[in-house]
């Protein structure tokens, strides 16, 4: 599939949407040498807090929290309890920055640690939509992520069998954005788009700028991100679970300059994932 120079209908609706549910990848937070990347991080808080001041309601998913605090503590995490220890220290740095940020934009930044549970108990999911919906009536930023010291799912591997609610932050955004009936769900790492190989291996692979509801992408998807969890697998996983609720996504590179205003501008950037008739998943 090659590019389009002019706004499908798709694209074009993306200017529309209200409720917008926003992850951003480990390789998006963190530079190359594992610092934050307050440069790329303060132009995406700009775009956020420009959207919010127009009516929107953006939700932050954010990984990064297990590389800022590896290197505080000065350590490449080993083991699980490592892992929880580096997601520990790295928690606060991250929110600090997203509630300074935000701060300065005269905008309220407010952190949600969620567990599985806050998706499988009835009582604890109606709280969770309730405290989100009435964070975004109030005017803040919910920033989102997995309560890593006290729940395991996202640092280890599942044992087989085992279907964890959500594995990453990929798998968690889309959850997010099905049960809050996102209008859109954007994906940013450090990929542009699906390509129908892997471009690292494959120089001649095609993006993919769009794909209909239900398509198989009949793309090779391998490997992970360098620091993060996820991997194409994963984004590709979690776009098809929020389509199916509904929920259409855009998969992009976070490392583009205006990525986010490009998208909600129709342009054909990353890959779009269009949705299925509406309808939250369990």
Do not use: W
């Amino acid at each position: 599939m090659t590019h389009r120079t002019e706004a499908t209908p798709g694209r074009a609706s993306l200017s529309r949407a209200k409720r917008i549910v926003l992850k951003l990848g480990t390789q998006v937070v963190l530079d190359n040498e594992g610092r934050p990347a307050l440069s790329r991080l303060y132009g995406l808080m700009e775009t956020v807090a420009a959207l919010r001041r127009k009516g929107a309601e953006p939700v932050l998913v954010s990984s990064g929290a297990v590389g800022l605090g590896a290197r505080q503590l000065g350590i490449q995490p080993e083991g699980l309890s490592q892992k929880q220890a580096c997601a520990a220290a790295g928690q606060g740095q991250l929110m600090s920055i997203y509630q300074e940020g935000f701060a300065r934009m005269g905008l309220c930044a407010a952190q949600v640690l969620l567990t599985e549970d806050d998706f499988t108990d009835p009582l604890r999911h109606a709280n969770l939509r309730r405290t989100l919906e009435t964070l975004l009536e109030l005017g803040a930023i919910p920033v989102l992520n997995e309560n890593d010291t006290v729940s395991t799912l996202e640092l280890e591997r599942p044992s087989p069998g085992r279907r964890p609610i959500f594995s990453d932050n990929d798998h968690l955004s889309a959850l997010v954005a099905a049960h809050l009936e996102a209008d859109l769900l954007v994906l940013l790492s450090d990929v542009t788009a699906l390509h129908t190989r892997n471009p690292g291996l494959h120089p001649d692979a095609t993006p993919l700028t769009e794909l209909p509801f239900g398509a198989d992408p009949q793309a090779k998807l391998d490997g992970t991100s360098g620091r993060g969890r996820g991997g194409m697998v994963s984004k590709v996983a979690a776009a098809r679970a929020a389509t199916q609720a509904g929920v259409p996504v855009v998969l992009a590179s976070g490392l583009t300059i205006g990525v986010l205003d490009q998208i909600l501008a129709g342009e054909p950037i990353g890959t779009l994932f269009l949705a299925g008739p509406r309808g939250v998943q369990s």
